[in-house]
């Protein structure tokens, strides 16, 4: 058979126009995506049972939550913009490798200590969910990306969502242990089957390891576009964080007093949000993702006074509490994929920073939204937190309305020349080298509305 010829230009290059990628390949993506994830979730119906049969206290073992939390959000900055300069194929089977090693130290740990080690170092290999999200950007045309954006990142919340309740039939099944070893295999697996089916994925950029970190810093610093979107995806983390954290108390006590399991059952009402958020992917194709922004924040703010219902009880209450899971699901998972949308356009050479300073962002949001709702629920229940939601989301609003009055540059930068020795010639002297310049002349506000 005939060598085919080397392509003229690699893929993943930003700066070619890309072919358009096999659903089954957008699908494994997707599933990459969320199984990742879904590892840090796992363990959060499973605490009562590990606090048992490790003889621990029920405080220390939530230690294995603070612990995968702190490893996933130190991968989100250290480890996420390798992808930008590494070959990302390679990047993300080796970290998924890694995982299933992790996840088996887990289920293998004699002790809690042995298992929190274990635990954090899941939380640092279940970063590579960010590092595909990115990757899937580069691969997809440009008539293609905010579809294929907008599948991989559903796959992402479907994964979260699905995570508790997976763990959840496996620990009735057998016990604690053979979910982490579920999730090995399925790390495994997806790491053999990646690596077997897609193309190699070139770096962008070519720098030292320091000055790729540092040129995150001055991304933040000089586009107000991601500034903008840091904000919003900070807000949408913190409303779906005080959502998933307060049902919890309130499925539990009167006048539901539900049961684990049956508590579990309502992140389905989530996915049915994810799902249905996949749409948003191709609005932003067709040039309409401020419209997607808009709407997200629309619903984001009017899934609280329906949440608020969910308080009376009774079928008004199931029904509100349901109808408020998806919408604000919905809301969050539109918005989240316009956010990268946006950020890939502007900074098509720079994505995996970018997507750096997005989800340490989100997870900020997350991390004070959860500490507010824990403090505040036993204070002022379930309506104070619904307000609480709403402030947060009103946070989001205002920073939009900005957007609208002022519109920030979106057009694509530039291509940097990252280099450890040589400056880009296009760089400013006043700008670092190896960061991504603004250009000279501002956008236009028609060209904005494609952010």
Same mark, same amino acid.
């Given at each position: 058979?005939?060598?085919?010829?080397?392509? @003229?230009?690699?893929?993943?290059?930003?700066?070619?126009?890309?072919?358009?990628?096999?659903?089954?390949?957008?699908?494994?993506?997707?599933?990459?995506?969320?199984?990742?994830?879904?590892?840090?979730?796992?363990?959060?119906?499973?605490?009562?049972?590990?606090?048992?049969?490790?003889?621990?206290?029920?405080g220390v073992a939530g230690?294995?939550?603070?612990?995968?939390?702190?490893?996933?959000?130190?991968?989100?900055?250290?480890?996420?913009?390798?992808?930008?300069?590494?070959?990302?194929?390679?990047?993300?089977?080796?970290?998924?490798?890694?995982?299933?090693?992790?996840?088996?130290?887990?289920?293998?740990?004699?002790?809690?200590?042995?298992?929190?080690?274990?635990?954090?170092?899941?939380?640092?290999?279940?970063?590579?969910?960010?590092?595909?999200?990115?990757?899937?950007?580069?691969?997809?045309?440009?008539?293609?990306?905010?579809?294929?954006?907008?599948?991989?990142?559903?796959?992402?919340?479907?994964?979260?969502?699905?995570?508790?309740?997976?763990?959840?039939?496996?620990?009735?099944?057998?016990?604690?242990?053979?979910?982490?070893?579920?999730?090995?295999?399925?790390?495994?697996?997806?790491?053999?089957?990646?690596?077997?089916?897609?193309?190699?994925?070139?770096?962008?950029?070519?720098?030292?390891?320091?000055?790729?970190?540092?040129?995150?810093?001055?991304?933040?610093?000089?586009?107000?576009?991601?500034?903008?979107?840091?904000?919003?995806?900070?807000?949408?983390?913190?409303?779906?964080?005080?959502?998933?954290?307060?049902?919890?108390?309130?499925?539990?006590?009167? /006048?539901?007093?539900?049961?684990?399991?049956?508590?579990?059952?309502?992140?389905?009402?989530?996915?049915?949000?994810?799902?249905? @958020?996949?749409?948003?992917?191709?609005?932003?194709?067709?040039?309409?993702?401020?419209?997607?922004?808009?709407?997200?924040?629309?619903?984001?703010?009017?899934?609280? /006074?329906?949440?608020?219902?969910?308080?009376?009880?009774?079928?008004?209450?199931?029904?509100?509490?349901?109808?408020?899971?998806?919408?604000?699901?919905?809301?969050?998972?539109?918005?989240?994929?316009?956010?990268?949308?946006?950020?890939?356009?502007?900074?098509?050479?720079?994505?995996?920073?970018?997507?750096?300073?997005?989800?340490?962002?989100?997870?900020?949001?997350?991390?004070?939204?959860?500490?507010?709702?824990?403090?505040?629920?036993?204070?002022?229940?379930?309506?104070?937190?619904?307000?609480?939601?709403?402030?947060? !989301?009103?946070?989001?609003?205002?920073?939009?309305?900005?957007?609208?009055?002022?519109?920030?540059?979106?057009?694509?930068?530039?291509?940097?020349?990252?280099?450890?020795?040589?400056?880009? /010639?296009?760089?400013?002297?006043?700008?670092?080298?190896?960061?991504?310049?603004?250009? !000279?002349?501002?956008?236009? /506000?028609?060209?904005?509305?494609? @952010?």
């Amino acid at each position: 058979m005939k060598r085919r010829s080397a392509p @003229a230009a690699p893929v993943g290059d930003p700066d070619v126009e890309q072919p358009s990628l096999s659903g089954a390949i957008v699908l494994l993506l997707a599933v990459v995506c969320g199984a990742a994830v879904a590892n840090i979730y796992y363990a959060q119906p499973l605490l009562p049972v590990i606090s048992q049969a490790l003889g621990v206290s029920p405080g220390v073992a939530g230690l294995v939550i603070t612990v995968s939390q702190v490893g996933y959000a130190l991968a989100l900055a250290l480890l996420v913009p390798l992808g930008d300069v590494l070959e990302r194929r390679r990047l993300v089977s080796v970290l998924l490798g890694a995982s299933a090693i992790a996840l088996l130290g887990a289920a293998a740990s004699p002790g809690v200590g042995a298992l929190l080690a274990a635990i954090a170092l899941v939380g640092v290999t279940s970063a590579v969910a960010q590092i595909v999200v990115p990757m899937a950007a580069s691969l997809a045309p440009n008539h293609q990306r905010g579809a294929v954006v907008g599948t991989v990142t559903s796959g992402l919340l479907i994964g979260i969502m699905v995570a508790r309740t997976i763990a959840g039939l496996l620990a009735e099944i057998g016990d604690w242990h053979w979910v982490f070893v579920f999730a090995a295999f399925l790390m495994a697996v997806l790491a053999v089957v990646l690596r077997l089916v897609l193309s190699r994925v070139p770096p962008t950029e070519h720098t030292t390891y320091p000055r790729l970190l540092r040129s995150v810093a001055a991304l933040v610093r000089t586009e107000s576009l991601l500034r903008r979107r840091m904000v919003l995806a900070a807000v949408g983390m913190g409303c779906f964080t005080v959502l998933w954290t307060a049902s919890s108390f309130l499925l539990a006590e009167e /006048p539901y007093s539900y049961g684990p399991a049956a508590i579990g059952l309502f992140g389905l009402a989530g996915v049915v949000g994810g799902v249905a @958020a996949m749409r948003a992917g191709r609005l932003t194709d067709r040039g309409r993702g401020r419209q997607v922004t808009t709407g997200g924040l629309i619903l984001l703010t009017a899934s609280w /006074p329906v949440l608020a219902i969910a308080g009376v009880g009774g079928p008004a209450g199931l029904v509100a509490l349901v109808v408020g899971i998806v919408a604000l699901n919905l809301a969050q998972q539109s918005l989240l994929i316009s956010h990268q949308s946006a950020i890939y356009r502007r900074a098509p050479h720079a994505r995996s920073r970018v997507t750096t300073a997005l989800m340490v962002s989100a997870f900020a949001g997350s991390t004070v939204a959860s500490a507010l709702t824990a403090a505040l629920y036993p204070r002022v229940g379930w309506p104070g937190v619904c307000v609480l939601g709403v402030a947060i !989301a009103l946070v989001g609003v205002g920073t939009w309305a900005l957007e609208w009055w002022h519109p920030s540059p979106a057009e694509p930068l530039a291509p940097p020349m990252m280099s450890a020795a040589d400056p880009d /010639p296009h760089t400013p002297p006043t700008a670092e080298a190896g960061t991504t310049a603004r250009p !000279a002349e501002p956008s236009r /506000p028609q060209e904005a509305n494609h @952010a």
